[in-house]
């Protein structure tokens, strides 16, 4: 299907995603950044807006939601918002019938908002769920087609958001920012996020983007963040994008990057504030969704290749990094999430859900570095790095390096903490869960099994990774080496891999198939657009649990 930005407006009948006039758009009570809704349940929804101020000062405002089809059940309510919160305004309305479909608006001043849909969750017996899996959208890399793509879904019961929603990078010479249309999307601020302004100003660029306010407007999002809300590689204790000396306790930063989040996302906040987000959203007896926070609350600070490994490593220093990687006190997960997260599983379970699926960040398999050497023949190998950059070179030169070492791909996945993940593969074990598991942050779409060190090699979970929004992958600056070919290749647990595609993940359930469609879209630096499937994979569930993939 080709369609664009304007396409994707029209067939939600939004015709724009700002105020209704002129007029409008230059006194209080605009409406520039659209509506969301989110964390859908049986009989709640969270509904979102944000209100242009004029003079500043707290404002009023009115909000309806309505039975799609009618027959009663429809909802109002009042409200103020105002600078405290950025004037951001979010309604948890609650009374609502399972399963039903509603259209929601909001009103301030004579200005009505664009009308936003969404839907409860189902409850009891139900056919099938339908779930658009994203992540990774980097403003100034390319136009958010993809997002443009999910308005235009024929069917999608809620989008799964698993992180890096935002960037906090900023200024010339930052990350995205040599993309073909950077110039007309430079972030705002011009500068690195570090204070609540800033931040605030940042999910307020966004959020002016029509493709995304209408992927909001389509659908209820189910939201987690990953590192990028807060700053690149972030960790219990700090981020690699943040300097103490120059930029200040990164307990403060963290705290204001996550109330600005907080605002601006259609997301139920956790009573007392506080960065445990873990939530559990049933969709009938189809499936249970997980979703887990990995970055704030219990992570370890992540081991690196630059500072942990010497350059010319002997192998003595290759083994002890391995032991230290291989550490069971390092932690992506607090005991305490954990222990919900195996209770959770069981319930569902037992309850006779088909299916239980992890809202995750990071990839879960495990990824050994490909030697990209053996992929390709010699000349065509030496005619490639040739034509690579310096930078390029020295990137390749590494990669083969740690491939001869037998290093992991990367050490901010859960590769980087894998007793911890043992761990997490025995509470699936336990449970009898036939498990999914939703990866992002890579920028790369992943079909893959997921195999248990230990009890055999038992697998435990099937994982569909969704890449970026517009996030570059790792492919795209070594386009000439087959890398996706060489992970599958490489890796028993890698079965798809495709570093340069851009879109996201179209996963349906039903109680005996799950299958994951990789949806691309043609272009990032254009406005038109299309999008395609690239590839299916499909997973059987059972008594012993999930089955392996099958390519459809």
């Given amino acids: 299907m080709r369609i664009d930005r304007r396409g994707v407006l029209a067939l939600l009948g939004l015709g724009a995603a700002a105020p209704a006039s002129r007029a409008a758009a230059k006194t209080q009570g605009a409406f520039h950044h659209g509506v969301a809704s989110g964390d859908p349940l049986q009989d709640r929804v969270i509904l979102w807006t944000r209100i242009t101020p004029g003079d500043g000062g707290d404002i009023d405002y009115r909000w309806r939601l309505d039975p799609v089809g009618g027959k009663g059940g429809g909802k109002r309510g009042v409200g103020v918002t105002g600078p405290d919160r950025d004037y951001t305004v979010k309604v948890d309305v609650n009374g609502l019938d399972p399963g039903r479909a509603y259209s929601f608006r909001f009103e301030v001043d004579g200005a009505t908002s664009p009308v936003g849909h969404t839907r409860t969750l189902p409850q009891g017996p139900t056919k099938d769920a339908v779930l ?66 800033d931040y605030r100003r940042r999910h307020a660029q966004y959020k002016t983007d029509p493709q995304l306010q209408a992927a909001h407007a389509r659908a209820p999002w189910i939201v987690v963040w990953d590192d990028h809300e807060t700053a690149n590689d972030s ?56 979703m887990l926070e990995t970055r704030l609350t219990a992570r370890d600070q992540q081991l690196t290749y630059d500072r942990d490994l010497p350059k010319a490593p002997t192998p003595a220093d290759v ?25 959770a599983m069981t319930e569902s379970v037992k309850a006779g859900t088909r299916w239980q699926v992890l809202g995750n960040e990071v990839v879960m398999a495990r990824l050994f570095t490909p030697p990209l050497h053996t992929f390709m023949t010699g000349p065509a190998y030496a005619k490639a790095v040739a034509e690579l950059s310096h930078n390029g070179q020295t990137r390749v030169a590494r990669l083969e390096a ?25 509470l699936i074990g336990k449970a009898r869960a036939n498990a999914i598991v939703l990866a992002g942050d890579s920028h790369a779409f992943w079909a893959n099994e997921l195999w248990d060190a230990e009890a055999g090699g038992r697998r435990v979970a099937v994982e569909f990774g969704a890449p970026g929004i517009t996030s570059p992958g790792p492919g795209e600056s070594i386009a000439a080496f087959p890398l996706g070919e060489a ?27 799950a299958t994951a469609q990789m949806m691309a879209v043609s272009t990032i630096r254009e406005k038109a657009f299309t999008t395609r499937s690239i590839a299916a994979w499909r997973a059987t569930r059972g008594p012993g649990g999930v089955s392996g993939l099958k390519a459809v």
């Fill in 132 to 197: 658009a899996v994203c992540t990774c959208s980097l403003y100034p890399n390319g136009y958010f087609n993809a997002y443009g793509a999910i308005a235009a879904l024929p069917r999608v019961d809620a989008v799964i958001h698993l992180g890096d929603y935002i960037y906090e990078y900023g200024g010339p010479g930052t990350y995205g920012m040599d993309s073909a249309v950077a110039g007309e999307r430079p972030h705002d601020p011009p500068h690195e996020c570090l204070t609540l302004a």
């Fill in 235 to 290: 960790w219990m204790g700090g981020a690699e994008n943040h300097q103490p000396l120059a930029e200040g306790d990164w307990n403060v930063r963290k705290a204001q990057a996550i109330k600005a989040y907080y605002e601006w996302m259609p997301i139920r906040e956790p009573e007392g504030g506080g960065f445990a987000i873990n939530r559990i959203f049933d969709f009938g007896d189809v499936a249970s969704l997980f």
């Fill in 319 to 343: 083994a002890a990094f391995k032991h230290r990687l291989a550490d069971p006190a390092r932690k992506m997960m607090s005991a305490g999430q954990e222990a919900w997260l195996g209770k």
């Fill in 402 to 426: 740690n491939a001869a070492l037998g290093l992991p791909w990367g050490t901010d996945m859960w590769d980087g903490y894998p007793a911890d993940r043992q761990r997490l593969y025995g």
């Fill in 487 to 513: 992970f599958v290749r490489h890796n028993r647990e890698v079965k798809f891999n495709n570093q340069t595609a851009k879109g996201f993940v179209l996963l349906t359930l039903t109680h005996t198939q």
